[in-house]
């Protein structure tokens, strides 16, 4: 039996251009199971390009990257089923409803006796009233909130959302603060970016700052968590640089 791997998300040496303009280089990037990791970046900076590399959208130039200790470039499909992704397209089928794009999903991720999974999925995003709407008529945030029920599914090993809370409103922004929190309390691991700061720190075990194509972590030293002082300063700083 294989033994699990040490870290959820390992990165090493990740390099990406476009034509001539690079976008990262020489990045590395550890994510241990059980962890939140935010990161905040100016616009441009390569967050996005980042998450697309590690959801297996965009392949990298250079270096080596394991999601739960399987390689992407070699082994793909493997990293695919062990990663759920919300992105700026929500991945929804705008003339089906809730339940029957997840229905269409759960067959995909080849999920057997798929129906009471659809259905705790859309109670835990507060959609249950609301699966069999088509998600044509649904608001924005509501959207939302079917595509990260797709993204969680077929519960994988690690969640890439990027800037999960645009659109989202109050009490939406709650439901998915608190399935984070579920989520990384089962052991597993998210990465997700965002502008909000103070939304960030409050959600992430570790923060980063994507500049000049490097992850730059800050550490923090303050027992009050990642919601301390210093480390909030520290971030700011360190955005002001980008």
Known sequence: MTAPATEAV???GIEKSY???????????????GQTLVLFGANGAGKTTLLRILATHVRPDEGSIAVAGHNLRTRPDEVRRRIGVVGHRSLLYDDMTCR????????LFGLKDHKPRVDEVLEKVGLSNRADHRVRTLSNGMQKRAA?????????DVLLLDEPEGGLDLESVSILGTLLAEWT?????????THDLDLGLSWGHQAGVLRGGKVHLQDNNDSSGITGSNIRQAVAEALKGC
């Open 10 to 12: 390992q990165a090493r």
């Open 19 to 33: 034509g001539e303009w690079p976008v990262l280089w020489n990045l590395d990037l550890s994510v241990p199971w």
């Open 100 to 107: 029957e794009n997840l229905v269409y999903y759960a067959r």
């Open 148 to 156: 990260i029920a797709r993204a969680i599914l077929h519960q994988p």
């Open 185 to 193: 309390d089962a052991g597993r691991s998210v990465i997700m970016t």
